[in-house]
């Protein structure tokens, strides 16, 4: 994919080239005298070599790029605590393999779909006032609801979510604190 991408812009950046040389006049080698030929092929060399060392410099730092972002993808999927984004209505726009496994779904099952169907009836109203104040509020919001997992097993869990400028998603930490919910009953 991402060659693909790069193939496609070299392919257009010519192009562009090749138009813009069609709308200036054409010299010809009578034109130039053998001094001029001379610089013009020592100019185009030089321009080669730029291009070649620039070409090398932007596969680095696609490389470099290719690596941070491996990097964030695995830290978002494998890190121990759910990690999950939420559109204004609740639909479920990214999440990490921690919440999937939490709520007992296969990942791609939950892409779209509203996590507030797995809250609590008891604990929806909280649910709800969490997510319209991250939204109306921009400032990191908390909150604890009960989760219903399938099999008739519910957990407890801490939200704590964030809406940043003029996102139209809402980056949520989800922690399962059921144990230390047991334990303090």
Do not use: W
Request: aromatic residues 10%; hydrophobic residues 35%; charged residues 25%.
């Amino acid at each position: 994919m991402y060659n693909t991408n790069f193939e496609s812009e070299t392919s257009n950046l010519r192009q562009r080239a090749l138009t813009y040389l069609k709308t200036r006049p054409l010299k010809t080698g009578s034109d130039f005298s053998t001094d001029e030929m001379l610089i013009l092929i020592h100019e185009l060399e030089v321009l080669q070599i730029e291009l070649e060392l620039q070409n090398e410099e932007l596969i680095v730092a696609r490389s470099t790029s290719q690596k941070s972002s491996d990097k964030y993808i695995e830290l978002f999927d494998y890190a121990p605590t759910g990690y999950f984004t939420l559109s204004k209505e609740g639909d479920i726009l990214e999440l990490n393999h921690c919440l999937a496994d939490l709520l007992g779904k296969k990942h791609f099952s939950l892409l779209n779909s509203k996590f507030g169907f797995f809250v609590s009836a008891d604990t929806k109203p909280n649910f709800n006032l969490f997510l319209q104040n991250a939204f109306a509020n921009k400032a990191k919001e908390y909150c604890k609801v009960t989760l219903s997992i399938k099999d008739n097993v519910s957990k407890s869990v801490y939200l704590t979510g964030i809406v940043i400028g003029n996102s139209k998603q809402c980056f949520v930490n989800v922690m399962d604190i059921t144990e230390n919910s047991k334990s303090a009953q």
